[in-house]
């Protein structure tokens, strides 16, 4: 069984984590800023979530809507920033484009066109990642690497969006080197992208599991949940997921 994790874990593997990332951007040669941490928090509660932000950790990413409004709202005084890192229902774009300040998982027009729509002008663009399904796995999120330009090119139309780069959830592999090829992949296609919209700074890529290759082949957010909070506790993740 799983427990909560308590403060003072948080803070060892907060610290323990950070110094990680660090190591291995310095060993890839990797210039600090450009690699930051989103700490996944799905299925994590607040209190979890307000000690994480207590060691320093400020953005943090959500899949489920229903769990994040509730707590986006609990801890709404501290001014995290946070992301929908989710597969995205049609009836929910309303309620993302008006709570959160990045959408990583964009893969369709007609998705992009309802973000845009209704996104509340008042908290300025939504910053959007386009999510590439680059294993053509059918059952799976993203574009396809065919459809990315034009997807691209619509979301670049939108005023209330802000097309920011790319993102992926690879099929889990053990061994670096294959861990490596999808991102080095993601990456060659977020730089061809970049000559027209030069704007596309982010690569969302790497896990707790394959954060070495996400970093060696230049992420700039790593998307951590377990190694952060510790393992998922299974009961809270099935329920959480019918959400
Ligand atoms: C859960 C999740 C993560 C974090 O996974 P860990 O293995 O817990 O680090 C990252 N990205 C997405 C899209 C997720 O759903």
Redesign the pocket.
Known sequence: MSHPTTATDLVERYAALREQIDTLGEHYGRDRCDLEL?A?S?TRTSAEIRACAAVGQRQF?E?YLQEALVKIEECAELLLTWHF??RIQRNKTREIAGNFSWV??VDRPQIAQRLHDQRPRSLGPLNVCIQVNLDGAENKGGVSEQQLPELARVISGFDGLRLRGL?T?PEPVDDLTHQRQPYRRLAQLRDQLAREWPGLDTL?M????D?EAAIAEGATLL???????GP?NQATATTASAS
Do not use: D, P, Y
Not at 206 to 209: D, L, Q
Not at 223 to 229: H, P, V
């Open positions: 989103l996944v799905k990413a899949n890192i989710g990583h998982t993102m959830i969302s790497g896990m707790s599991a954060m998307r951590i949940g377990t190694g952060l909070f998922r």
